[in-house]
C-alpha cells in the first residue's frame, strides 16, 4: 500500500498539467480492471467531479499515500476486481457541504473528509 506505482490513463489535459497532479495526493480507483486506453494499459482510475462548467480531481492532501479512500460508516470489503460497468453504477455526487457522498454518506481516509473547491453541489463524480 502506498509504494506501488501505477500507469493512470486520464482524460483530464483540458483541466490539469502533469505539474498539476504528480506528488499530489490524488483519490483514484485501485481494484478496476486493468485497461488499454489509447494503446496504453491504464492500472486505474483518477476521481474527478464534473458539474459540466468544471472539473476537478479529488484531492486528499492530509492523507498518505496507500491510504484507503471509504465511505463513513459504510462497513463493506472492497471487491479484488471490478469491471468499470460496476462501478458506473456507484453514484458518487458533490454535497452542498462540498463533500463527496455516496448514498448520503460522506467520502474520507483516516485523517480526512475528502473536500471539492470549485464545482457545484449536486455535480457527478467518476
Sequence with gaps: CGVEKRQIVAGLRKNYSPG???????CFVA???QVKLRGVLSE?????????KNVSVLFAPKSAPGDNV?????????????EFK????INFFVTK???????????????????IKNICADAKVC
Excluded at 471509504?70 to 471490478?82: F, H, I, Q, T, Y
Excluded at 460496476?86 to 453504477?89: L, T, V
Aim: charged share 35%; net charge positive.
Design 86 to 89: 460496476e462501478f458506473e453504477k
Design 31 to 33: 481494484n478496476l480492471k
Design 20 to 26: 498539476d497532479l504528480i506528488g499530489k495526493n490524488v
Design 44 to 52: 486505474g482510475m483518477i476521481l474527478a467531479a464534473d458539474d459540466t
Design 70 to 82: 471509504m465511505v463513513d460508516g459504510l462497513n463493506s470489503k472492497p471487491v479484488k476486481v471490478m
Design 97 to 115: 457541504r462540498k463533500t463527496v457522498a455516496y448514498k448520503g454518506k460522506e467520502l474520507k481516509t483516516d485523517k480526512e473528509l475528502i473536500v
